[in-house]
């Protein structure tokens, strides 16, 4: 039965969806934050189109008070004024007309000469100055988007932060000649997007994701919205869009990158439909590729771009330690990862220098700087040359250079965050598929 | 009176009163009597009118919107006013007669009933505002 109160409070009864905090039923806002460019512009001429109008209306005025010649000595009349003032004002210049001036119309014609020049210039000098304001640009950048995504007659995807994640999302989305909507609040970025060469006619916006009205501008309250992404590489902000979406549209499928268990808790709270913490899904695949190696061969080229090979196997890594030399959050996620699995793993600070690998089986430089990786790993080929090397990439700069060094396994977070994004987007079967691969035993994946 | 005059609605207001005042001078008078309908009054009426409508542009609230429309009214009939006196005093070949004038003062007047609305809104508007 409905509950009677929630019917008073005016809002209408949303529908029951367990897993949402939502009470009542909220349109989205899509209200644009800034004033609409068509009343930017109105209020703006208003100045100019006044000072024309009446250096117009004064000198027609004046003119037909002027006396006339000894041969025509009537004025001339308010519309003949009107007629001379328009051609004159409008700096066309018919000359004398309907007959030649007299001496005082003659300076009162001089004089609406320099009114009106000084009128024009003003005008037009206002209107450009406007043409190049932030606010009016941004403003009229913004209607622009909105129109933009409300033509969208297809599904598509709101992607929201177009980083090193986002653009390979949106690079595997078009692959897959799906659409999307990108927003994120680095204007280079979106101009960036410009340049990259899209078949499709991206709509992008350089705005936050933490504004609901900017995400109803991009189409969440659209019928074809049909998943969310949030890419950025703020936990707080991806929170934000999650909730947002939670309570507005909280039928719509929700995908958000998240760094730390504080937040990724939360992000599950507002029942995300998958929250991707990249360091915990890397150690967990480590696990799983030391664990079940067939499993993890199965898994990757699932989720490997079309036409990659399957990727050779892993063995004997089980017995020996790990050494992991790693900063901040990725070595105590890998760390405790590899743990849980049974191994035995020596956790080191890359600021100590050096690691010593001489005995272990494996090591993971996933040190913040890719230089410092490239150094520490180097250094663990020379020392140790049957070790299994693990590297943390963190700039897409440094892949040539990485590549080339061959390690057994190149973490770049980033990557594996679109690489499971794109895979759940596109077809819930296929991800259950992988799932399912994941949680079956070794002997299964071998078949 | 406490607080920061709106300037904006003080220009505005001038000038619509203006607009109507200006109007019903050139109205008041026998219909068909050309020297009882100053041309001047007439060509002010239609300078200050598009004046007013130039002011409202832009504005996003309910009752600017409406005062918009009513200016605009006003101007285009004072405007085409404005034509029928040149066609009768330039173009007809009879001359600007009482006929010509009867049809130009009724289309001012009818002018001046929607100058009397801007008139009416802005008071409501001024009212509602000291109210708050």
Redesign the interface.
């Known amino acids: 039965m409905a509950n009677l109160l929630q019917l008073l409070r005016g809002g209408t009864l949303a529908r029951a969806r367990p897993d949402s905090l939502r009470r009542v039923r909220v349109d989205v806002p899509a209200e644009p934050p800034g004033t609409d460019a068509v009343f930017l512009i109105l209020r703006r001429v208003r100045t100019p189109l006044v000072v024309l109008v009446s250096v117009f209306a004064v000198m027609t005025f004046g003119l037909s008070f002027m006396p006339g010649t000894e041969e025509n000595p009537d004025r001339l009349s308010v519309f003949d004024s009107f007629y001379v003032i328009s051609y004159t004002g409008l700096t066309i210049g018919y000359g004398e007309v309907p007959h030649a001036f007299s001496y005082p119309q003659r300076i009162w014609v001089t004089l609406t000469i320099y009114a009106s020049v000084v009128a024009w210039s003003y005008s037009i000098g206002a209107l450009l100055s406007l043409a190049q304001e932030q606010t009016f640009r941004r403003a009229l950048a913004l209607n622009r988007f909105t129109r933009k995504v409300r033509a969208i007659q297809e599904p598509f995807v709101l992607v929201v932060g177009y980083g090193q994640a986002g653009e390979a999302v949106c690079r595997a989305l078009e692959d897959q000649g799906r659409n999307f909507v990108v927003l994120d609040s680095d204007p280079e970025r979106i101009e960036h997007l410009a340049l990259d060469n899209y078949t499709t006619d991206v709509p992008a916006m350089a705005a936050s994701g933490r504004d609901p009205r900017i995400l109803g501008m991009a189409g969440l309250g659209h019928p074809n919205c049909e998943a969310v992404l949030a890419l950025t590489d703020n936990d707080e902000t991806n929170l934000s869009v999650v909730m947002t979406v939670n309570l507005l549209r909280p039928e719509l499928m929700v995908i958000a990158r998240c760094s730390d268990r504080e937040h990724a808790q939360q992000m599950h709270d507002f029942a995300a439909d998958v929250v991707i913490n990249p360091f915990d899904r890397y150690g967990a695949y480590l696990v799983m590729a030391l664990r079940r190696p067939s499993g993890f061969r199965l898994a990757s080229w699932l989720m490997s771009p079309r036409g990659s090979e399957l990727p050779h196997k892993l063995e004997h890594l089980t017995d020996g330690h790990w050494v992991v030399s790693a900063d901040g959050t990725f070595g105590f996620e890998v760390t405790r990862d590899l743990e849980s699995a049974g191994l035995d793993v020596v956790l080191v600070d890359p600021a100590d220098g050096r690691p010593d690998v001489s005995d272990a089986v494996g090591f993971i430089a996933g040190a913040e700087s890719d230089i410092v990786n490239m150094a520490m790993a180097a250094h663990a080929r020379i020392e140790n040359d049957n070790l299994f090397i693990a590297v943390r990439q963190n700039s897409a700069v440094n892949h040539a250079p990485l590549r080339a060094f061959d390690a057994d396994s190149v973490f770049v977070p980033t990557e594996l965050l679109a690489r499971e994004a794109v895979a759940r987007i596109t077809s819930p079967n296929y991800w259950s598929f992988i799932d399912h691969v994941l949680h079956e035993d070794d002997d299964w994946d071998a078949r | 009176m406490v607080g920061v005059v709106n300037r904006e609605k003080v220009v505005f207001g001038f000038f619509v009163l203006l607009a109507a005042t200006l109007n019903f001078g050139y109205v008041v008078g026998d219909i068909d009597n050309p020297r009882l309908h100053n ?2 009054e007439l ?2 009426a239609v ?1 200050v009118n ?2 007013a409508t ?2 409202k ?4 609230t309910q009752i600017g919107a409406v005062q918009l429309a009513t200016s605009l009214v006003a101007s285009i009939q004072l405007i085409i006013a404005a034509l029928v006196w ?1 066609w009768g ?2 173009v007809d070949a009879g001359g600007l007669t009482g006929e010509h004038m009867a049809s130009v003062v009724s289309i001012a007047a009818g002018a001046l009933l929607a100058n009397f609305v801007s008139v009416i809104l802005l008071i409501m508007e001024t009212v509602s505002y000291r109210r708050r």
């Open positions: 041309v001047y060509y002010a300078a598009i004046i130039i002011l542009f832009g504005d996003r040149i005093s330039h």
